[in-house]
């Protein structure tokens, strides 16, 4: 390994180990500030998510969730295109899984998920390759138009999830559950982690070879690195506007059909919300390689679940997970770990 | 007393490692032209911009006028009267001239407007006092590259700067234009003005310095009166030829290294006559219009360049040079008329059978944060991805040989960005000029069988390691400013290898605003002046090079002339 590589690895570890530690002051700050005993707060925090079966379980199912985001965030990141459209993607995805499902309640156990599955991608993907064929053919920027088809989406699936698939014996806004034989089955009751795992895993090892080693990868690469060289070594610059856009659309619509598949069994109103942010948040920290999905997605789903336990079992709202997100972002983005090696070597 | 003396100045770059300055030591007298010289790489640029304060030595002090000074910004040279035009120019093309020299010390009223009249009239009576024509009310985006020069110097003499620091200040010259800018030059010098003139060209040194200080790895190598130094010995110096460095006082005197006659390029690349094929690539009355009233960029051009001949297109910057680029390269499209490439329309995506050496190297020609790997593999990927999955043997192997081939100073897997400018080239090239593996293996196999021995051992070994001889070009090559910035070592090379691709058949277009360089390299010259072929003679010992002057600079034909 040369002596560059180094450099740029350990600058990456360093913004990480920055964000992190501030994240983790950041938390304790809050949390000394807004609860009335900071001891259990902070025990609940920071041990809870491993503290049960229920809590450890439901974490792990959310951070299947967030790879998928992430995965769907990055790829479109790595090739220059910006998906904010994550939202409405992954809502809609499990919209049209759920839509499926119970369309076809009497379907062949095995068929039917993955049609509906299939169909939750492809909704996405629709959604995310508009954007990119809007861009290509009116110049309409990709990052203003799938955030806005995104925000109306939200607003047709609420309708959909409360109107027409409107469970009626239910007291909550939420469709009907889909049959069982269509769901993925539990792991660690009562927690909601299923087999749906596996899938999610081997789709991020796909994903992986995908970008690394086959000739889309390498071209999506170059385009995210260098368009105008991209060009000039005739990479297909339609294609590379449109497919990423589509199969970053289809990742995200997978997270919403798992959701429905693997760990909800239905769509309640608004339940996917924020997902399509967090995988912004875990591409991010990643640096947009499949592989380090996992672990950023590890990192979120176990603020999101210390946040959760702090708000059942103390007095502190679960908007503290926003404000910690909020500040690993901004280390993150901040590349304080450039700043600080850079004034260590001007004083060597 | 120097006016400026810098010593022991030591700097090494923490990213790369490497030792940039390595001790060196630079003696400015007062009113003086004084030219840095050496090779890409000798470290004349840090030394410079350690003295303009965009970097600072590890060690070393620099005195102006006798008095140690620190300077650890561009505002702290400022007020020392320092003042430097770098490489690239650093200009707001939508500004108008006087907006541009006077930004950020502009003339104000009440104390807070901008002052547009006196400005204007400020700048104007400074441009005027210099001997430059510029009007300061036209945007800075239309002046030509001379032009920018003088705008550049004038923005430090609006500041009062009295040493200029003018980093290649000729590199984007064409001839009459280095004319003009050495003759302000030496106005400002008259003027009381102190210059710093770095360059790799041996021949303006004789022309307009009055001491030389060459620079090699990072050291002083030698500091002489010009008048001293005969032009061959100045090129060996710079180039290294004389590697004992205690003679370097005496005046060693090898011939032919690098030298050239003085206006030449010097890179010395000899070649014998073309035997021209077929045409290979053709434009027929092509067009590019713009704006409705404005006149077309490229105007009724024909040509056609046929296979073993090098076709030099000469002119200066912005008569269309640029938008020819384009359209020889696929990536613009014409008006009118139509581009052929083996009498087929050219694709605009590239697929194999041509390479492309682009002016922009850094940004168009390569991808800065890619590898060299990744840079080298980036055009055949057909054959590196057979069935969309990456070979990597195949890819490792084309590295490797691509690195030793061209003698490329990198690593693999380092960085492209972190390489020098020679290196960056020597990558494009290696990547344009290969043969696409997939043709190479069948035209080996094909050759083998032909001779009876075919085992599939022998085409794999042939494949590697005569890859160096063997490889047989794309049947088309576009060249363009291919050497510009370049020192001579590395021009040398490039220059010979698109000798070499034109022997072994390929089909050349050379565009270049470097006339020297297309009649050194050039069968055949077009000369464009406001997107027309105004001149096209065949090239040899005998052609007129003031009548190809002239037609670059649209005066009219020899015979109206007359």
Redesign the interface.
């Known amino acids: ?5 180094r ?1 740029e690895l350990k600058g990456r570890a360093l913004t990480l180990g920055i964000a992190l530690g501030g994240a983790f002051a950041v938390t304790v700050l809050l949390l000394w500030a807004l609860s009335s005993s900071f001891g259990d707060a902070f025990r609940l925090f920071f041990a809870a998510p491993f503290g049960n079966t229920y809590y450890l379980g439901n974490m792990l199912a959310e951070v299947g969730i967030l790879v998928l985001a992430g995965l769907g965030a990055g790829v479109a990141f790595g090739s220059r295109n910006f998906n904010l459209g994550g939202e409405g993607q992954v809502y809609l995805g499990s919209v049209v899984t759920a839509a499926t499902c119970l369309a076809l309640p009497s379907g062949n156990p095995v068929l039917v998920p993955v049609l509906a599955a299939i169909a939750g991608a492809l909704s996405g993907s629709l959604l995310g390759w508009l954007s990119g064929q809007l861009r290509l053919s009116l110049g309409v920027d990709e990052l203003i138009s799938s955030f806005l088809v995104s925000a109306a989406v939200v607003y047709f699936c609420d309708f959909v999830v409360t109107g027409p698939l409107q469970d009626p014996s239910s007291n909550f806004q939420a469709t009907g559950p889909i049959p069982e034989a269509f769901r993925f089955a539990r792991i660690m009751p009562p927690s909601s982690l299923s087999t749906a795992v596996v899938p999610v895993l081997a789709i991020l090892v796909l994903m992986a070879v995908l970008l690394a ?4 990868g ?2 999506l ?2 385009m995210g ?2 368009a ?9 610059q339609g294609f590379y506007r449109t497919a990423p856009m589509a199969l970053s659309g289809a990742l995200y619509g997978l997270a919403g059909a798992f959701l429905v598949l693997g760990s909800q069994y239905r769509v309640m109103k608004g339940f996917s919300a924020g997902i399509g942010w967090t995988g912004i948040a875990v591409a991010l920290v990643a640096g947009n390689a499949p592989l380090a999905m996992l672990p950023a997605a590890f990192l979120f789903g176990y603020l999101d679940a210390g946040a959760k336990a702090v708000m059942v079992g103390a007095d502190v709202t679960q908007e503290i997970v926003s404000v910690v997100q909020a500040a690993v972002f901004i280390f993150i983005t901040a590349r304080f770990a450039d700043r600080f090696l850079a004034g260590r ?2 004083k060597r | 007393m120097p006016a400026l003396l810098m010593e022991g100045i030591r700097k090494r770059y ?4 490497a030792r940039a300055n390595d001790g060196a030591t630079l003696e400015v007298r007062d009113r003086e032209i004084h030219a840095l010289v050496g090779e890409n790489g000798a470290g004349k640029t840090t030394l410079m911009k350690i003295l303009y304060g965009l970097e ?1 030595p590890d060690s070393g002090r620099i005195l102006l006028d006798g008095k140690a000074v620190a300077i650890p910004n561009p505002a702290a040279a400022a007020l020392c009267g320092i003042g430097m035009v770098s490489q690239h120019a650093e200009i707001v093309g939508e500004f108008t001239v006087a907006q541009n020299v006077s930004l950020c010390a502009e003339p104000r009223r009440f104390a807070f407007f901008y002052d547009r009249k006196a400005a204007e009239r400020e700048v104007g009576r400074l441009a005027a006092e210099n001997g430059f024509g510029l009007d300061p009310r036209v945007p800075a985006s239309s002046l030509s590259a001379a032009e920018i020069q003088e705008l550049e110097i004038l923005k430090l003499l609006w500041r009062r700067a009295s040493l200029l620091i003018l980093d290649e200040p000729t590199s984007l010259l064409a001839e009459h234009e280095v004319e003009g800018l050495f003759s302000s030059l030496k106005r400002l010098r008259a003027a009381g003005k102190t210059i710093i003139l770095i360059t790799h060209k041996a021949a303006e040194v004789k022309r307009i310095a009055d001491a030389v200080t060459v620079m090699r790895a990072g050291r002083t190598f030698i500091r002489l009166s010009a008048a001293d130094l005969a032009e061959a010995d100045l090129a060996g110096l710079m180039m290294g030829a004389h590697d004992a460095v205690g003679e370097a006082g005496g005046r060693p005197a090898t011939e032919g290294t690098a030298s050239g006659s003085p206006a030449a390029l010097g890179t010395g690349v000899r070649k014998d006559s073309a035997v021209a094929g077929p045409a290979v690539f053709e434009m027929r009355r092509v067009t590019v219009a713009r704006q409705r009233r404005a006149r077309p960029s490229i105007d009724d051009l024909s040509l056609a360049v046929r296979s073993g001949e090098i076709v030099g297109v000469c002119g200066l910057a912005g008569n269309g040079l640029a938008e020819l680029e384009d359209l020889a ?1 696929g ?1 613009g499209k014409p008006t009118r008329g139509s581009v052929l490439l083996s009498g087929k329309p050219l694709p605009r ?3 194999g059978g041509r390479g ?1 050496v ?1 002016t922009d190297r850094l ?8 590898s060299v790997g ?1 840079n080298l ?3 055949d ?1 057909r054959s590196f ?1 057979p069935r ?3 070979d990597r043997k195949a890819v490792g192997r084309f590295v490797e040989e691509s690195i030793g081939c061209y003698g490329i100073a990198g ?1 693999p ?3 492209l960005g ?1 390489l020098s400018g020679g290196n960056i080239q020597k990558v494009i090239l290696a990547r344009e000029l290969a043969e696409p593996k997939r043709a190479r293996l069948s035209r080996v196999r094909a050759a083998a069988g032909r001779a009876g021995f075919l085992h599939a051992s022998s085409v794999r070994a042939s494949g590697t390691r005569d890859a160096c001889v063997e490889d047989q070009g794309p049947p088309f090559l576009l060249f363009c400013n291919p050497v510009q910035g370049l020192d001579m070592a590395s021009s040398a090379f490039v220059h010979g290898r698109l000798v070499e691709e034109r022997d072994r058949g390929s089909a050349i277009l050379l565009l270049s605003s470097n006339l020297d360089e297309v009649l050194e390299l050039s069968d055949r010259i077009i000369v464009m002046h406001r997107g027309a072929a105004v001149l096209e003679v065949r090239n040899g010992p005998l052609v007129d090079r003031s009548a190809i002057e002239d037609a670059m600079l649209g005066l009219a034909s020899p015979e109206e002339r007359r």
Do not use: C, H
């Open positions: 390994m040369n002596e560059t590589r450099t080693r086959t000739r889309f390498f071209e690469s170059l690195k260098n105008e060289f991209a060009r000039y070594v005739g990479i297909d070597k001007e | 923490l990213t790369s490692g600072r390269a990536i995506r590239r697929e492309y682009p940004w168009r020609g390569s991808s800065l944060y890619s990744e593999a980036a055009l990927r991805f969309g999955f990456e690593s897997t380092q960085r972190t």
